[in-house]
């Protein structure tokens, strides 16, 4: 009924008139058809003042319908859900509230909060909301009959993330559970006694709210023992369980003896657990695999009125950690990442530096190398140049046809020399021996300064071979043919000589040199350090030897003559060795 004597109807399944009608002195005034509501009956009809109407339809949404104008008013957030509206009633002050399959929703100038499980309430699906006397609000919901305190209600209200505390009424009260309750409204209505009748499934019941005893007396809330790990610990303040806690369980109960099987459990393990959860009468609860920590266990209970007892129990624990969960175990971590970056970062640095040192030791060795290569080249054969214009000098007078053949010989090696300086300056890597035996370099070297010492003097060179001759690597080759040839033109030259044996030794294990003369011998200031400043052929000669990882002993008594002896590991010498080393590196992956 309207305000004016009018009645609102919803009609449907007849042959005409299908929708919302409004009724006036008997005659239809107004009409909605149920193609314009959006389809399925009308399950609540509610009038405004203004003389609009409000309509929930099972279909899903609220409309409101005023001088044949409709306006949808969407229940939820989300434009793709529109929950199915149970039914529609309004209380003393002139709230709006819509019963839902999603909830109960409160509809006030147009703006819509829903009271959802998040807020305490048991189950989503509710069929019917009613206010008594007594200044509670009784809701039918698929999980059972809940009555809330006036201020409960109005306290969500006012803050619409509170939980509302509920007194709930199910199969032990007499209230059936129906999953849906189907059917025209209303489901329930409140008579001038005071009390509330409605339809409990295909009964009619009734509540007077005025004779129902109320338990106020919150029940007292214990927590019996705490297990971890199998392990029974009893509850007491502080306990600290073992690390690794897999499995942990805590007992808890709450005395009632009014209807015991109706207490209600809120818990809520803090550190864990984001917010309150239910525990419908369990009286235990379970976590798993919880990390070390310090932990406080709260549980709150309520009696069959809903009478909350809000202090509750509360259980300090703590759970301790593995050496490996522990804070100086993983500054350690920390540390030694930190120190391994910094480690990488020092061998970076130490890297750069060494690439650094070794392109400046690449520079000295080359300005080295080339300063050996003049000296063992160009100065020498200028020097034995020199030496056949001497000669040409000497034999002039008498004989001048042999002073032209010592000349024009001398210009050949002079052009020879200019070519080998040349190679040498441009650091050109050829073998300098053309052929790989070595022993007919060194024999061809000898006649070349035994004819350049004729006038001189006579000078008998003896070579000889111990074992069977091999081929030499040939930058070995050539470093051994640079030894011999400095050590023999210092025998020809200075030492004054007239014997020079020269000895080969060609063995599996090694492969030695030695040039022995019966010359004065050298001064003691040439076998200390690299020698004389300035004369670089006893230097250049360790250098060579250094170079290609052999040792070079120089032994000389004065008047007694010289020795100068160069041993190398045949790994090193042969050019059969290095093949045999990569056929086997070759073999060796080949394998793996």
Not at 172 to 177: E, F, H, S, T
Not at 344 to 368: I, K
Not at 478 to 489: F, P, Q, T, V
């Amino acid at each position: 009924g309207d305000h004016h004597g009018g009645l609102w109807l919803s009609l449907w399944f007849t042959s005409n008139h299908d929708g919302l009608v409004h009724l006036q002195d008997g005659r239809i005034s107004e009409e909605m058809p149920a193609g314009k509501l959006g389809g399925g009956p009308v399950t609540g009809i509610v009038v405004d003042p203004d003389g609009g109407v409000w309509a929930g339809l099972v279909s899903g949404g609220l409309r409101y319908f005023r001088h044949g104008e409709i306006r949808n008013v969407p229940l939820s957030p989300d434009p793709a859900r529109n929950p199915k509206v149970m039914s529609l009633t309004r209380d003393r002050e002139g709230t709006l509230w819509a019963a839902t399959g999603e909830g109960l929703s409160r509809i006030t100038e147009g703006h819509v909060a829903t009271l959802t499980t998040a807020n305490g309430l048991p189950c989503d699906t509710v069929h019917w909301i009613i206010e008594d006397d007594a200044s509670s609000y009784w809701l039918y919901t698929r999980c059972g009959l809940l009555r809330a305190a006036r201020r409960e209600i109005e306290s969500w209200a006012s803050d619409p993330k509170r939980i509302v505390q509920f007194a709930r009424f199910d199969s032990a009260d007499g209230v059936r559970l129906v999953p849906l309750l189907e059917g025209f409204g209303p489901p329930v209505t409140r008579s001038s006694d005071g009390r509330i009748w409605f339809l409990n499934s295909n009964r009619l019941s009734v509540i007077d709210p005025s004779r129902m005893a109320i338990n106020d007396v919150p029940p007292p809330v214990s927590i019996e023992q705490i297990t971890a790990n199998r392990v029974k610990y009893a509850a007491r303040a502080g306990l600290r369980l073992p690390p690794l806690v897999r499995e942990l369980s805590i007992d808890y109960t709450a005395l009632s003896l009014v209807v015991p099987e109706k207490v209600d459990f809120k818990y809520r393990l803090e550190g864990q657990d984001p917010d309150w959860r239910e525990g419908v009468n369990d009286r235990q609860v379970q976590y798993s695999n919880l990390a070390p920590g310090t932990y406080r266990f709260r549980v709150i209970a309520a009696n069959n009125s809903g009478v909350w007892n809000e202090k509750g129990a509360t259980l300090d624990f703590s759970i301790a950690p593995a050496y490996w969960q522990t804070p100086w175990f993983r500054a350690l971590c920390v540390a030694t990442l930190l120190g391994a970056l910094w480690l990488l970062y020092w061998l970076r640095v130490r890297q750069l530096a060494h690439r650094f040192d070794l392109r400046l030791e690449a520079r000295v060795q080359e300005r080295t190398r080339i300063a050996r290569e003049l000296h063992d080249t160009l100065l020498q054969s200028f020097n034995a140049v020199l030496l056949r214009f001497r000669t040409a000098q000497k034999i002039l007078s008498r004989n001048p046809d042999e002073a032209r053949q010592v000349l024009e010989s001398a210009i050949g090696e002079a052009r020879a020399a200019l070519t080998e300086g040349r190679q040498a300056v441009q650091g050109l890597r050829t073998s300098l021996v053309e052929t790989n035996e070595l022993r007919q370099a060194i024999e061809a070297l000898t006649q070349d300064l035994a004819g350049a010492a004729a006038e001189d003097r006579r000078v008998e060179v003896r070579l000889s071979t111990h074992g069977t001759p091999q081929a030499l690597r040939p930058l070995v080759r050539d470093d051994i043919y640079r030894i011999a040839g400095e050590a023999l033109r210092n025998a020809f030259r200075h030492a004054g000589a007239s014997r020079i044996e020269v000895h080969l030794t060609y063995d599996a294990e090694r492969f030695e040199l030695r040039v022995r003369d019966d010359g004065k011998g050298l001064d003691p200031q040439f076998l200390s350090g690299t020698g004389l400043a300035g004369h670089f052929g006893l230097a250049g000669m360790r250098e060579r030897a250094e170079q290609i990882g052999g040792k070079l002993t120089v032994s000389s008594t004065p008047e007694s003559g010289t020795e100068i002896a160069f041993r190398l590991p045949g790994a090193r010498a042969y050019e059969s060795a290095a093949r045999d080393r990569a056929s086997w590196l070759r073999r060796l992956f080949r394998e793996s």
